[in-house]
């Protein structure tokens, strides 16, 4: 009786571990985890699309992420943000005009320029730059690609919904940088197109360093009165040290 009672149990465990095996193997049907996992996607397609970046970026992108390295950017002179260079690392590819992407308002003035990341790991310039077009009520000026390619989305002297506030959105210019996981740590290529996009802009439009901002950098006031900070980009408000590096890193002066 004992023998066939352990003969059970193991013969549970095997069916319990198969189970389980299958849970997590593409293709399993179990209703209640496939639903589960099906409304996860379908929120994150409403938000963004899914990545489908070919194989080579992934690649690039997962060995850039573990490298404990600084990217290295030794070589970047003032030669590389001229307004020549620069327009060869940007395309121009311009939002709809529609109240809930491209409003086609004018900024006030030009404060400050502002720093995110998407919040959606592994996604392209151009997946975000169709989120835009879809009128999801957000928008930035340009998204950088994980492989350093720089999307323009509107011109500079109009207003983008990117940072939450009346005062923020009608101020600034903002920049969304694409990253290849949740850490929100950019690639190296999309680092060094981010320097030279910041340090272009500044010599264009006379701005400091000071005047480089995360988005985080602007409260927000809730319905009940609290103040809080958006965590982005995320990788540099985790980091504050890195936030003051791509500071010094950039060219200006
Ligand atoms: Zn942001």
Known sequence: ????????TALFIVLTSLFAAGCDSPGHTDTSASSARGETTAQSTT?????????QSTQQSTSQSTSPSSPDLGTISKEDITDEKMNELITQKYLSVHENSRPGYKLDE??????????????SALQNWKYFENK??????????????????????EVA??????????????????HPDST?????????????????LCQ???????QVKRHYDYPRTNSSGTVWHKSCPRYFVDHPEKW?????????Q
């Open 244 to 252: 003051e590096q791509f500071k010094n890193d950039l060219l200006i």
């Open 1 to 8: 009786m004992k023998k066939i009672l352990i003969k059970l």
């Open 204 to 210: 264009k439009y006379d701005l400091t360093a000071d």
């Open 47 to 55: 938000k963004y699309p899914p990545a489908t970046l070919p194989s």
């Open 110 to 123: 030009l404060k400050n320029i502002v720093i995110h990341y998407v919040a959606n790991p592994n996604t």
């Open 161 to 178: 919904w990117a940072i939450g506030t009346q005062e923020g959105n009608y101020t600034t210019i903002s920049i969304e940088c694409c």
């Open 184 to 200: 929100g740590k950019f690639t190296d290529a999309t680092y060094e197109s981010l320097v030279k996009l910041v340090s272009w």
């Open 136 to 157: 999801n009520n957000v928008s930035a000026h340009f998204i950088i690609d994980l492989d350093g390619f720089i999307l323009q989305c509107m011109p500079l002297d």
